[in-house]
Each structure stands twice: as structure tokens, then as C-alpha cells.
């Protein structure tokens, strides 16, 4: 088996900048979309052909995912079954306990959650962070679980699987369910120590400039001579340029070739870790 991820775009076929998200309006085109929804039995409604012929990109560059709410003139929310939704912050701070926010619509149904905290493409039990928890229809339910203090990547985009079923058959990552759903979600968990370590360091703080830089290029002035393990990662807390680079009189280059934004760099050198916003125009 090969493991594989998928994101939303960042870039459209016109390499523009994009959420990965197009809301379209169907009503617009097929005015019976509004109370018909999407056929799956039926045909008096709009067809998935038509539907996605109102916005479908590259199939050879994409991957495209349509979501609708009413099939057969039925709301997914009158339907029995799990519907409902998941929150979770995109960068939780690894500090405990964290709590991760839950609800469904129609049933009582038993919440498990998994996060790939070493990020090897499998779920053991020692990433079971909730188990088998009921959950009530209608309501937002806290469930709290402690992040492992080793074992856990930071500022890496992690996979969180969440499986909820009325059935009680939640308790397996990969099982089958009687009848449920599964969602998996991305995220990223930060270091607390972050922000102390560089309180701590003052006396040894690594100078960024120009700030902001011009295509990605910049300096780093080292008060340390060794190597400097650096990182940059995105505001989703990807990873988007790392090195290990050695200082030539106390200044070290990088020309990450970034494209414009906000970031974050991140060294780590003799056990001090330095963390600084970076902006490239």
C-alpha cells in the first residue's frame, strides 16, 4: 500500500492563487436544484454529469470533490445517519489537555479519534486519543485527550482520523462501520517550549534581514559558529524549505525562492531553538 495525502489546491489551472474551494450556484442553471437537490434515485432533480460540468478542473492536474447537501428532494439533515461535523484548532500548542469539539444530527453515536502523531502512515493504539465516546444528537460535546510528551512531530501536518458510528463499531481506524462515517483532517501541533526557550536565549538572538525579503533570499547573523539547522514553514505549518547551513563570518545565506507571503523560520543550533516571522513580497 502506498500512502498518499490530499490537500486543497493552492494554485488554479491558471496558476493563480485559490482557496481550492468554488462555490457554485446551481439553481442559477437547473432552477428545480433548489428542492430537487442531486438524482440518485430519482430523475427529476440535476445529474451529477450536469452538476459537474458547472465547474470541474484538469482531471489530469485535480482531483475534484463535489459536495451537496439535498439528493432526491431529501436534506442530508432529514436523513437518519451521522451528519454532522468535527473542530479542531489547525495549530494546538503541545500543552495539555487539548479538547476537540464534536456533534451529529440525527442519532446517538460513539465518537473514536486517531492522530498520526510520528506521521508513519498508520494508526497503532498508542494514537487512539478517544475512545468510543457517545455523543448526543444536537448538541457541540468536549472531548479531551493529552498529547504524548515524545513521539509527536511538531509544526508537520499530521493526519487526525475521526470515526463516529451509531452502531457502537467506532473502535477500529480501518474497520467496517454498521453505519457511520469517517473524515480525516489535517494538523499541526506547535512546541509551547517555543516561546520560552527564546525568552531564555536573548543573549544569543539570530538577527533575519532584509525583512521582508525579495524573493525568498535573506540573511541570518549568528552569534553561534556551528551549523544551523533551518526551517520555514508556512502558515498551515508545512514545511516548505529546510537546510543545514554553516556560518561564514557569523552570517549565513539562504535563498529559499519562496513565492509571496508569510512565514515562519525556524533554526535550531547548539539546543536553541529561534523562531521568526518572515515576510517575502
Not at 51 to 64: G, H, P, Q
Amino acid at each position: 500500500m502506498i500512502p498518499f495525502r490530499l490537500v486543497l489546491a493552492k494554485r488554479n489551472a491558471s496558476c493563480n492563487a485559490t482557496s481550492g474551494i468554488v462555490q457554485v450556484n446551481v439553481t442559477s442553471t437547473y432552477p428545480q436544484y433548489s428542492t430537487k437537490g442531486l438524482n440518485s434515485d430519482n430523475t427529476d432533480g440535476v445529474s451529477a454529469d450536469q452538476a459537474r460540468a458547472l465547474s470541474r478542473w484538469d482531471t489530469n492536474l485535480y482531483y475534484n470533490i463535489y459536495m451537496v447537501n439535498t439528493f432526491d428532494s431529501v436534506p442530508l439533515s432529514n436523513t437518519a445517519g451521522l451528519q454532522g461535523y468535527a473542530s479542531f484548532p489547525t495549530n494546538p500548542a503541545m500543552s495539555n489537555p487539548q479538547t476537540l469539539t464534536v456533534a451529529c444530527t440525527t442519532n446517538t453515536n460513539n465518537f473514536s479519534v486517531w492522530i498520526d502523531y510520528n506521521k508513519n502512515g498508520n494508526f497503532e493504539s498508542s494514537k487512539l486519543v478517544v475512545n468510543n465516546q457517545s455523543v448526543a444528537p444536537g448538541t457541540n460535546t468536549n472531548l479531551n485527550f493529552n498529547i504524548p510528551a515524545t513521539g509527536v512531530m511538531l509544526n508537520t501536518p499530521l493526519r487526525m482520523r475521526i470515526i463516529a458510528d451509531s452502531n457502537d463499531m467506532s473502535s477500529t481506524p480501518c474497520g467496517q462501520l454498521a453505519y457511520g462515517q469517517v473524515e480525516d483532517y489535517e494538523v499541526s501541533i506547535s512546541s509551547s517550549m517555543l516561546a520560552t526557550q527564546d525568552v531564555n536565549n536573548k543573549s544569543q538572538d539570530f538577527v533575519f534581514y532584509p525583512n521582508p525579503s525579495e524573493n525568498g533570499m535573506f540573511y541570518i547573523k549568528t552569534p553561534v559558529n556551528t551549523a544551523l539547522d533551518i526551517q520555514v514553514l508556512d502558515v498551515s505549518g508545512r514545511v516548505v524549505y529546510k537546510s543545514q547551513e554553516k556560518p561564514q563570518n557569523g552570517i549565513v545565506k539562504i535563498d529559499s525562492r519562496l513565492t509571496k507571503g508569510n512565514y515562519v523560520v525556524k533554526i535550531t543550533a547548539q539546543g536553541t531553538v529561534k523562531s521568526e516571522k518572515l515576510m517575502v513580497k
